[in-house]
């Protein structure tokens, strides 16, 4: 069972503009892959495949002189940027079809600066850790100062660094957690957790 645990961010003023960096760079490249889906739907050509998307948009975009400013920031908060585009297609798709639960929800839209909230995510491949003092070293960012409720059950497999539209940063840590059951052995009174 995959569970979320949000803690409040304190990061230095070169923190935040290197976060509002990578928020932005976030934003652009969304942005680009829905204008790479519109263009394909509108001259009625084949949506283009993810991979082809993330050559194109950000391994190409960082080669010329207009995106080269893609490469300051960790790759990885791009390739997830295309992912949530891919799954909003998904999403939508999936609510044409009638196969999604819930309410019939509209094609992807662009994201724009003035969003209320703004958010990056940070996958495992990242290579982000937590430090000895407990902080979070996020890629290309640095250590963060993080506010602890509580203890994390187990190490988080992802980080997702939100902005809210009062100017507070949050990050909330994705964690797989197996489920506790309680296992009787014959003729003894014994009680053991397995973590499946």
Not at 18 to 45: H, I, P, Q, S, W
Not at 89 to 101: D, E, I, M, P, V
Not at 122 to 143: E, Q, V, Y
Not at 187 to 193: L, T
Request: glycine fraction near 8%.
């Amino acid at each position: 069972m995959q569970l979320r645990y949000a803690f409040r961010l304190y990061p230095d003023p070169g923190q935040q503009r290197a976060l509002a960096k990578a928020f932005g760079c976030a934003r652009v490249v969304f942005n680009d892959a829905v204008r790479a889906r519109e263009d394909a739907r509108t001259a009625g050509e084949a949506f283009p495949k993810a991979a082809e998307l993330s050559t194109r948009l950000i391994t190409e975009a960082k080669q010329t002189t207009e995106r080269s400013w893609l490469g300051e920031v960790s790759a990885v908060v791009l390739q997830q940027s295309l992912r949530d585009a891919e799954s909003a297609y998904r999403n939508f798709f999936a609510s044409l079809k009638g196969t999604r639960k819930g309410p019939k929800i509209g094609p992807p839209r662009f994201k724009s600066r003035k969003d209320a909230r703004q958010a990056i995510r940070f996958t495992a491949n990242a290579r982000w850790n937590l430090t000895d003092s407990g902080r979070p070293n996020l890629p290309k960012i640095g250590a963060v100062k993080v506010k602890w409720s509580r203890t994390l059950p187990t190490t988080p497999s992802s980080v997702t660094v939100v902005k809210d539209a009062a100017g507070r940063y949050f990050a909330s840590f994705g964690a797989t957690r197996g489920r506790s059951i309680q296992v009787g052995v014959a003729h003894r009174e014994e009680k053991y957790g397995l973590l499946l």
